[in-house]
């Protein structure tokens, strides 16, 4: 099963021109971020070879925001380190010319990519998440990566949900929650719900919808 989900790392902007022209290092090989997932080498090599073919690149969005479009990516390429990227700002636009300002004073610093994750595995007893593969969809410079992804639509139906597991990761990658707090929340709604008889989970689920919800409208305020 699919999952649609976000990717934050720190964003290295190598250079920046006054034209709105960057490079940078986007997604790192091997490092666990804040989610708790690992983005193998490879991960984009398929989703790359299809914006080739398509001719099409991943957008480049202000904020995760659909409707801001900021610039355009001009290339990809996966090297040893990671995803490297080179893109070009819209300068006569305002979130164009804003983020160019942010970027070359280090004030924007963050980059997440959004897309499904295609194949990963996941270790119960680590809470770490391999990436296998990842297919691109957009990738925004934004302020506080986890944040700003909390502040997007669920990636996915609660109903989708297929385990545990499962429900902890949705926290994180739909919920806007750091691994901790994820499984901190887990093991108190298991706790609450076995002590209501509600062992088979059902209630666990519906418990972590709501929050979800709530969630989802103190950051969409």
């Known amino acids: 099963m699919t999952e649609r989900n976000w990717i934050d790392s720190a964003f290295e902007v190598k250079d920046i021109t006054e034209s709105g022209s960057f490079v940078g290092m ?12 690992i983005v ?18 991943p957008a480049m969005l202000w904020q995760h925001r659909q409707g801001e479009p900021i610039g355009a990516w001009q290339s990809m390429n996966e090297s040893q380190k990671g995803l490297e990227v080179a893109g070009k700002l819209a300068m006569k636009t305002q979130r164009g010319a804003e983020a160019y300002e942010l970027m070359k004073m280090g ?14 595995d996941y270790n119960a007893k680590t809470g770490i998440r391999s990436i296998k593969s990842f297919d691109l969809l957009e990738i925004s410079p934004v302020t506080f990566p986890m944040n700003d992804s909390a502040r997007i639509a ?12 499962g429900a902890e990761r949705y926290l994180r990658d739909a919920g806007g929650f750091s691994r901790s707090e994820a499984k901190t929340l887990m093991g108190r709604i298991r706790s609450l719900c076995l002590r209501d008889a509600g062992a088979d989970g059902s209630d666990e689920l ?14 969409s305020a």
Not at 26 to 37: E, L, P, W
Not at 211 to 216: A, G
Request: net charge negative.
């Open 206 to 219: 519906k418990a972590i919808a709501t929050l979800l919800e709530q969630r989802k409208a103190l950051f």
């Open 154 to 165: 669920a990636v996915k139906s609660i109903d989708e949900i297929g385990d545990l597991s």
């Open 40 to 57: 193998l080498p490879g991960a984009f090599t398929s989703s790359l070879q299809d914006c080739t073919a398509k001719g099409r690149m």
């Open 26 to 37: 986007g997604s790192t090989f091997n490092n666990i971020d804040q989610g708790g997932d």
């Open 107 to 120: 004030a924007l610093s963050g980059l997440s990519i959004g897309g499904y994750t295609k194949d990963a």
